[in-house]
């Protein structure tokens, strides 16, 4: 597929059309087009403006998170943009993905915007969301350009993205040019969230340092480490969603013996693409000795009948909150003796892990609690030599355990990945966190310290966990877990 040619465009073009810094136009097959044909293009379209729209519902979420950046950097000139398109090759895109800052902000999700909070003289802000207005027609904008509606689809006009949002909305290529200005006649101290739009960082840097950036970026992390209700609504939703995908692949498990892993990776795709915005990270389809291989992406493996599959995937929805769920199956329905007694001990460990969930523990709790149980039975097999506490203490389980038992979940998979330690790490749990709990037993296929049964074997359980007032509510119940539940749920579906 190709736009059509940038001569096309001169054609058609005003002054206008030259001006469009949207895209550089695409080069194409078709010849120079007619004045007759532009004059054409230019009318007899229907006025299809919406005119009843209502806010959406997180904009009344996303106004109160605004209020709270607001007041933390009062005077400040405060800019988070949504990023832009990557090239994949020549004039191929990857789908776009607005950055979580930004969705978190406004509720949007649209390429190339950006969020501007101006400081008022009272240490409040005005917010305004730029954002790339509907096509023009009358320059040809609209069929000429590769980000023209004709190409692309309708988009929201500024005067519907400004109901539905409840934030003012201005045209999004002003950006630049109004924040330079705004610099200039009113000077104020300005915090960009780095590393999405390298074109507003130029036009600020004189204005911006490393280091008030990195306060806003942190700050907007921990903003995002209690979920409100309409969040968890959307954890929930994604976790939903998520089972449906598991129960698919199950349903999909001969298939999948016949290819690859990649019939598993497919089938769960589907069900991410069908329910939600999207997979919320590359699904990891892990097969027989793949399950020791703790990001395998590759999904290109066997899957055979006698073995475990490690399936780690969640599906993000609609509104981009994604659900982070493990489960290890055994692929013809039922664990031998071993596979057993490796699942058994991740699911107690889970289970203490979980157990440890509560506001006011630590964070560090359910890691401890899990690891502690993984220990003991590393220990109890004659794996490593004991006693546990001194196993733990040097921490030698970790050569089996290797990873931490969990991590903050939302909008981004490793939710809040810059919070300062005393915020995340060294924190206490609080009501409206979501964290998964996920510990591991993985015995490498060429670790010659493990009897050879154990080898190639690997097994991990991972649940999406809400703390709640009195304690905790795993999201991903519905989805069976301990090893009886998964053989009777997997007849069920494949019997
Ligand atoms: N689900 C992948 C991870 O937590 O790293
Ligand atoms: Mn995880």
């Not at 934030?167 to 924040?179: M, P």
């Not at 939703?237 to 019939?263: I, Y």
């Not at 149980?373 to 030698?396: A, D, I, K, Q, S």
């Amino acid at each position: 597929m190709n736009d059509a040619t940038e001569a096309a465009a001169e054609a058609a073009g005003t002054e206008e059309a030259e001006a469009t810094p949207i895209k550089a136009r695409k080069n194409g097959l078709y010849p120079a087009l007619s004045d007759e044909l532009a004059e054409v293009m230019k009318s007899g379209w229907a006025d299809t403006e919406r005119r009843d729209l209502a806010p959406a519902e997180q904009s009344a979420y996303a106004a109160k998170r605004r209020a709270a950046l607001s007041a933390r950097f009062p005077g400040d000139r405060l800019v988070i943009p949504a990023g832009s398109l990557k090239t994949r090759a020549n004039d191929t895109e990857y789908p776009f993905r607005a950055s979580s800052e930004y969705v978190h902000l406004t509720g949007d999700q649209t390429q190339d915007a950006v969020l501007v909070l101006e400081p008022r003289g009272d240490g409040g802000h005005d917010a305004t969301a730029y954002l790339l207005p509907r096509s023009d027609r009358g320059n040809g904008e609209f069929w000429l350009d590769g980000q023209g509606e004709l190409w692309v689809g309708r988009r929201h006009s500024l005067a519907e993205a400004e109901a539905l949002l409840g934030l003012a909305t201005r045209d999004v290529r002003k950006a630049a040019d109004e924040l330079a200005l705004a610099a200039d006649e009113r000077p104020a101290p300005t915090r960009i969230v780095r590393s999405y739009d390298a074109g507003l960082e130029a036009v600020l840097a004189e204005h911006t340092t490393r280091h008030g950036d990195e306060e806003l970026r942190v700050f907007l992390s921990e903003l995002r480490l209690v979920k409100d209700e309409w969040e968890v609504g959307q954890l929930q939703a994604a976790c939903d969603a998520t089972t449906k995908g598991f129960t698919d692949v199950v349903r999909e498990l001969a298939q999948a013996v016949a290819s690859s892993e990649r019939w598993i990776e497919g089938t769960f795709y589907r069900r991410a693409r069908v329910e939600g915005n999207d997979i919320g990270y590359g699904s990891i389809c892990a097969a027989g000795p793949h399950a020791t291989t703790l990001h395998w992406v590759r999904n290109d493996g066997e899957v055979r009948p006698g073995e475990l599959l490690l399936l780690d995937a969640g599906v993000e929805t609609h509104t981009l909150y994604t659900a982070d769920v493990t489960r290890t199956l055994p692929i013809d329905g039922s664990f031998n003796a071993l596979q057993r007694r490796i699942y058994d001990a991740v699911y107690d460990a889970q289970e203490a892990g979980i157990a440890a969930v509560r506001p006011g523990a630590r964070y560090r709790d359910f890691h401890e609690a899990a690891q502690q149980v993984l220990t003991e039975r590393l220990v109890e097999w004659g794996l490593v030599e004991g006693p546990v506490e001194r196993v733990l203490e040097l921490g030698l389980q970790r050569r089996w355990t290797l990873h931490g038992t969990g991590h903050m979940l939302g909008l981004d998979v490793h939710d809040c990945a810059q919070a300062r330690t005393e915020a995340y790490v060294d924190c206490e749990l609080e009501a409206g966190m979501v964290l998964t709990v996920e510990p591991g037993l993985y015995f490498q296929a060429d670790d010659l310290t493990v009897p050879e049964e154990y080898r190639g074997i690997g097994v991990r359980i991972e649940d999406d966990i809400l703390v709640t007032a009195d304690g905790s509510r795993n999201l991903s119940a519905a989805l069976p877990r301990s090893a009886s539940e998964v053989e009777a749920w997997m007849a069920g579906l494949t019997g």
